[in-house]
């Protein structure tokens, strides 16, 4: 069997492997999963806790059984001792605030496990050092009182970063294994930790992805409590561990413990909702997720659980679409599944009809479709587990021995009723994640194919097949080459192929589904389905997964019925009838192959040796394969018989004789002429008189979709090659222009749209775009190349709209898309024209842009640069740009250059898409901000620039904000310094709350006083060995005076050398004059020894804020010791 191979004699548990193989060295794609991991025995994998989830309880809001301190408040240091997990006891108020500790029982090791083991098990390299840690903390604080503690505690943790380290996971191992304690733990650590929980945050990560399933019950309720706690903290990073803990729920599973985990990790989400909104991505991941899960919740029992979901992801799809839209198209499989829930219903019709009220920036379900699904989602529905097994029998089991893993998998993740809906994940994640190296390719590995194969068979519901096949041909239905990738798509031909001769049931129902899914997936975007599926066999073609396809499609196994419908639906791929003399030959390669008995494993695409109809070419399957070398004189003539067909086979009479029957006779006459002729002049005279038939009142309008299929087939040369002249001229443009189907496009524009015959003629040229996709750029094209269509091109979107699209702006995209794959020079030269004609289908999104800039050179950049410059190409306006640029962000690296390139040639000020520096991160975003900051450094800064550029994140290794503002501190120091001095004081009036500004889980991060303040010590330090005046300037020592003397002792002492440059400064008494002069180049800190003399001229307060500082008190003058000021740095 294919997908079901007899077990080798020997025994060997598949589990064992799994766990054994960790040791050994993985490659670059699988070590963040299964290094350190591996899948444990099966028999490890039961729990047996003292206390089952439900009798443990979900946590309360202060802590399980924990005090009532809010956490993180000013509470002295409190190092507690370990206690037995053994009936805890809750500690009473005056329990918890003791002052003196007791010591702990055997040596400051807890009484309580963390993982579940057995005596058989070795000891757990992460279990042991938390238990040291414990014994650090205890020991530390033994027989002391509360503050003597506190200051034992302090001290160890001062002497370095190991010391830190060890306590704060002695503190972190308390909280898991002490329930009665956890509040006052966390209070702790909250207060001892100096790296922003970085530490913690790794442990639980490791702990979630390493051993969430040997967790003692007890242990999984304080993580989970613990999550919970570091959100409503803020905790930076938190959003990264709750979007690993959900990827432990896991799909397919109804068990009390999972759908515990999926309630509680809901219940923070919903609860935190201000705190999920930050995070575009925290956003997608849990829509995503809850959609999956709604599935598997719809039994009497789960209905108040599936109702929570499906209320939280309408409100966050509805409220944050364009977060959810970076999901791609697996957004749209997953909403289709839950759509008859009444109140998805509702959504999934706006999503289809009504797009604009889920987005201003939404387009339609074709935007949506066409947009690829990242790793990340169809990863994050496979538990670590799960994916450690699937990535173990894809890289490490051979072939013909993958039967006694695949049953220990089944019997682990698919042998309920509920589990048939897992398989969607898991065929998807084989199919966009599981990418082997051509190493493994080459090899005699499991394949892919197997594996889908194999859990297609294992499918009993009629329901979750369909979903499967869906699943497996999903990336064909709008495959794109420049976009997606051809290892998406290999597994689906891969899985017909190689089950024709064991499972033959098993390709018949993949191509009937493959030929379905095209009239039927979405009826207005059949074109584009078509397109699609058709561009992914040829892509299979070219990168010779299947060297022809003939041998499938043609196969005796398929029912007639079957291969008919495949003639008819992919006719290209096809053979056409063998002359008798190669029928003999085929007959000879069969029995010579027949005679062979081995099985080559050469290539994870066995060759089957019975079939002579399979090319023995070697599969290239990654996109960076070599080209394949040629063949020998022996394998051209088998591969002759193959080749698709040649365009003088279409145009023989048979092709078309089916279609002929159907037409009148006249029809038939002048068709039969037209498949005759010769010569493109006698193409055009006969194509004149069909168009006057169709024009005449007793035309048949039945025989339409008849005719158009014969002149698709007829006129298919037509639409090969490129369309535009190499030398454009008048001339060679309107010879270019003169092709039989331009009749109809010439009849059209001699038409006015109110005449009769006007709409019969579109009605054709609609069925022809049906035939014909390529129709619709080649109209663009005459439209802009015949002098007689000068000024007619909104007869494009008469024509757009009797199309069975119906949209302008989605057929159109359609028609470039098409035309950026058949021709870019032909892209580039309608490019103009488009963008001045369309303006609202072009200006309001970057889709357009993006098919541009992705095809284009360097040449062909300039070439639209000078249009811009000129004035005939606009491809921005103010009210779109910054959106588009955002969208940009996720283009390839010269797509980002082209398309900043494109916009500084237009006249649009920077300060309209300044707004963008809060989208981009210093490693993720480099073009954006390299273009930026040349743009930048060019301009006088405004204040809102100011406050854009000062309100990214501080990180060390990103020097943007500070080499712009050296830059400005240089060329406009006074400017500069009275927007900085707004800033300040500005921000210094707010109310402020105690947070980090380091988050990089807020999307739009808010500027505040501690950022201002961070900047500018950074600017302080790389201006020290600098002759330069900045911050000599009265305005920035008025606003250092302002701000230190109202902030916090932590601040003051964070931003002691800052706050120095101020302190000698004093405000005049008498109010100063208007002009200034600039103050000494020395700071007031450099001056030593003698007292610094006043300056009698100040800056004139010119801001309403500056006014107001006046009014405040000054912080107290201090006689201190002179230093240089700028150079020293007291962290």
Known sequence: MLYEVLVDAAVINPASQWRHATHRKPNARQRSL?????????????????????????????????????????????????????APCPLGPDESRREVMEPSPAKGKPQGRLLVSTTLDAKDELEERLERCVGI?????????????????????????????????????????????????????????????????IKINQILMEKFLKLQDVCRTQLVWLVRELVKSGVIGADGVLMTLMK????????????????????????????????????AMSVYTYLRLIVDHGTPALLVLRQKEVDFCIGLLREKFMECFIIGRDL?????????????????????????????????????????????????????????????????????????????????????????????????????????????????????WAIIGWLLTTC????????????????????????????????????????????????????????????????????????????????????????????????????????????????????????????????????????????????????????????????????????????????KKREFRFHPIKEAIIEEPADITPYMDQLDDTMKEKVLQLQKGSDTETHCEVMQEIVDLILEEDFDSEQMSTLASCLAELFKGHFRGDVLPDEITEESLEESVCKPVCLVFRNLCQMQEDNSGFSVLLEMLAELYQKQPKIGYHLLFYLKASKAAMGKMSLYESFAQATALGDLHTCLMMDMKACQEDDIRLLCYLTPSIYTEFPDETLRSGELLNMIVAVIDSTQLQELMCHVMIGNLVMFRKDSVLNILIQSLEWETFEQY??????????????????????????????????LLLQLRREKPSGEMVKMVLSRPCHQEDQFTTSILRHWAAKHDDVLGEHIKALLIKNNNLPRKRQSLRSSSSKLAQ??????????????????????????????????????????????????????????????????????????????????????????????????????????????????????????DSD
Not at 252 to 280: F, P, Y
Not at 911 to 929: D, F, M, N, S, V
């Open 34 to 86: 299964v290094n350190g991991f591996g899948g444990a025995h099966p028999a490890d994998q039961q729990f047996r806790p003292p206390a089952s989830i439900d009798d443990v309880g979900p946590p309360s809001p202060v802590g399980p059984q924990g005090g009532t301190e809010k956490a993180g408040s000013p509470q002295p240091l409190t190092f507690l001792q370990p206690s037995s997990l053994v």
């Open 248 to 283: 432990q729920i896991a799909g397919g599973d109804i068990t009390s413990k999972n759908l515990w985990l999926a309630e509680n990790v809901l219940d923070i989400l919903v609860d935190q909702r201000e705190w999920v909104l930050k995070s575009g991505m925290l956003i």
């Open 460 to 635: 009993t519901s009629n329901v979750a097949a369909s979903n499967a096949k869906l699943a497996l041909f999903y990336d064909w239905l709008f495959f794109s080459p420049e976009k997606d990738s051809i290892m998406n798509i290999e597994p689906a031909i891969l899985v017909m192929h190689h089950s024709m001769k064991p499972h033959p049931a098993i390709t018949a129902t993949l191509l009937d589904f493959m030929c379905r899914i095209i009239p039927h997936f979405f009826p207005p975007l059949e074109g584009q389905v078509r397109q699609g599926v058709f561009n992914s066999l040829t892509f299979i073609m070219e990168k010779r997964v299947l060297a022809h396809l003939a041998p499938l499609f043609d196969n005796p196994k398929l029912d007639r019925e079957l291969r008919s419908m495949l003639r008819e639906r992919f006719a290209e791929f096809c053979s056409s009838p063998s002359p008798p003399t190669e029928g003999r030959d085929e007959g000879a390669n069969e029995m010579k192959m027949e005679e062979s008995v081995s099985l080559e494993m050469d290539n994870h695409v066995l060759l089957d040796k019975e079939d002579g109809c399979y090319d023995n070419t070697e599969a290239a399957f990654s996109d960076d394969e070599e080209e394949i070398n040629n063949k020998g004189e022996g394998n």
């Open 137 to 201: 903390v205890t020991s530390l604080t033994n027989g002391l009182s509360e503050r003597e503690a506190n200051d034992a505690i302090t001290a160890n943790v001062c002497k370095g970063p190991q010391q830190h380290e060890e306590v704060c996971l002695g503190l972190f191992a308390l909280l898991l294994t002490e329930p009665p304690q956890a509040q006052r733990c966390y209070r702790d650590l909250t207060l001892v930790n100096r790296d922003g929980m970085n530490v913690i945050l």
């Open 898 to 931: 082209s398309t900043w390139q494109l916009f500084l040639a237009h006249n649009i000020p920077l300060e309209t898409i300044i707004p963008i520096l809060q989208h981009l991160k210093y490693k993720e975003h480099p073009e954006a901000l390299s273009c």
């Open 1007 to 1128: 500027l505040t006083l501690e950022q201002i303040l961070e900047h500018m010590d950074n600017l302080r330090l790389n201006l020290s060995n600098t002759k330069n005046s900045f911050f000599t300037q009265t305005p920035i020592l008025q606003a250092l005076q302002h701000v230190q003397a109202s902030c916090d002792e932590a601040h003051k002492m964070r931003f002691s050398d800052l706050f120095s440059l101020a302190e000698e400064y004093e405000e005049p008494s008498s109010k100063p004059p208007k002009s200034r002069r600039k103050a000494p180049a020395s700071s007031p800190r450099s001056r030593k020894g003698a007292a610094t003399p006043v300056s009698n001229e100040e800056e004139s307060a010119s801001s309403s804020a500056s006014e107001e500082e006046d009014s405040k008190p000054k912080a107290p003058k201090r006689k201190r010791k002179g230093s240089s000021a700028v150079a020293s």
């Open 332 to 448: 749209v499989r997953l909403l289709q599944i839950v759509a008859r829930i009444p109140e998805m219903e509702l959504l999934w019709k706006d999503l289809l009809h009504n797009p604009q009220a889920l987005s201003p920036q939404f387009t339609g379900l074709l935007q949506l479709l066409t947009a690829r699904t990242s790793r990340k989602f169809l990863a994050c529905r496979l538990t670590p587990d799960m994916e450690t097994k699937l990535l173990f029998m894809t890289s490490r089991v051979r072939f013909g021995q993958q039967k006694r893993y695949q049953d220990w998998f089944q019997r682990q993740y698919l042998s309920t009723a509920e589990s048939q809906s897992l398989r969607c994940d898991l065929i998807r994640y084989i199919c966009g994640v599981v990418h082997p190296s051509n190493e493994v390719l080459s090899s005699d590995i499991l394949p892919r």
